[in-house]
């Protein structure tokens, strides 16, 4: 029920491409996004789409253009997905936190992932190619009929569909028998053992030191996991209230974003399905690429600690 709306958004795509006005719409977000963060359209535009159509739907949109990506430009557009949340479940997190939280999450993700990208992973942006690469594509996509085009748009998602759900499984599988190999030998998780680890940083990002243990548990859990279950445990912290008001707005505000392990491998997949050779580069940025979208997360909860 999760994978399945790939196919059906990867459809709307390619209708939206046919019809021209997907070209249109990277083209006017991303100039007046490029002229703000200074990055390049097609990163700006990611930013966006990621936020709309989702972090693996939002690559189909460009599928076309994904084998011609720098590796660095790869990044860019991977550490972007990651480091946001698709609109299609925004709903489900006002559920679990308050909705206010996540409606901030989103604006500041998207800004401050155009800060820490253009720090960690600066280039220079060749608009020109992109703007080439665009009228190709739209060139091709003109010499086939609409069927034609819709029935590759939908093999294309139910292909993303599939890896990305194998993916998904080998990860969460991995990570769950690191847990049981840590119970069993040192007789804490592994998630409990980063719950230390991030003691620190979510002291550092104005938690109160009396509470920054179980921040950190909770941000640990989100990283090892998904954000899903980091914020069911923290629902049952805050009704328990063994969290402030304080806290529990700053953990909100960094938990709404994909920036997990578990990314790695939906990210990975869907690329590798539209293009195997850019699906090992991210593959390759795994590690990087969960540091610079959890660098967002942090950033944008210590602006969110800073308001409340």
């Not at 535009?45 to 739907?57: K, L, P, R, T, Y």
């Not at 086939?144 to 939908?154: A, D, H, K, N, T």
């Not at 293009?275 to 593959?283: C, F, H, L, Q, T």
Request: hydrophobic letters at 55%; a neutral charge.
């Amino acid at each position: 029920m999760v994978l399945m709306p790939i196919i059906f958004i990867s459809a709307l795509i390619g209708i939206l491409q046919y019809l021209r006005v997907l070209p249109l719409i990277i083209k006017g977000i991303g100039i007046c996004l490029s002229k703000i963060n200074g990055m390049g359209k097609l990163e700006s535009f990611n930013a966006v789409s990621s936020m709309i159509v989702g972090q693996s739907e939002n690559f189909i949109a460009i599928k076309n253009l994904v084998p011609h990506m720098t590796d660095k430009q790869m990044y860019t557009l991977s550490a972007t997905a990651m480091s946001t949340v698709s609109m299609s479940i925004v709903g489900s997190y006002m559920q679990l936190i308050e909705p206010r939280f996540v409606v901030t999450a989103l604006i500041l993700n998207m800004f401050s992932t155009f800060v820490v990208l253009n720090i960690i992973n600066p280039y220079e942006v060749d608009s020109s190619t992109t703007d080439q690469l665009m009228t190709a594509d739209k060139k091709s996509s003109g010499k086939v009929s609409f069927f034609e085009m819709l029935g590759e748009y939908i093999i294309a998602g139910f292909t993303v569909a599939v890896i990305v759900a194998a993916m998904l499984i080998g990860f969460i599988a991995l990570i769950a028998l690191v847990n049981y190999l840590f119970e069993v030998v040192f007789g804490i998780s592994f998630q409990q053992v980063l719950g230390y680890v991030f003691y620190p940083l979510a002291w550092l990002i104005g938690i109160p030191a009396s509470e920054a243990m179980q921040a950190g548990s909770i941000m640990a859990t989100k990283l090892v996991t998904n954000e899903f279950v980091a914020m069911i445990d923290m629902s049952k912290m805050v009704k328990e209230g063994a969290l402030s008001a304080h806290t529990t707005g700053v953990l909100s505000v960094f938990l709404v974003s994909f920036a997990n392990f578990s990314s790695i491998g939906m990210i990975a997949g869907a690329v590798k399905a539209l293009s195997p050779e850019k699906g090992a580069v991210v593959s390759r940025y795994g590690l990087k690429l969960v540091y610079g979208a959890t660098l967002v997360s942090l950033l944008s909860a210590v602006i969110a600690g800073i308001m409340l």
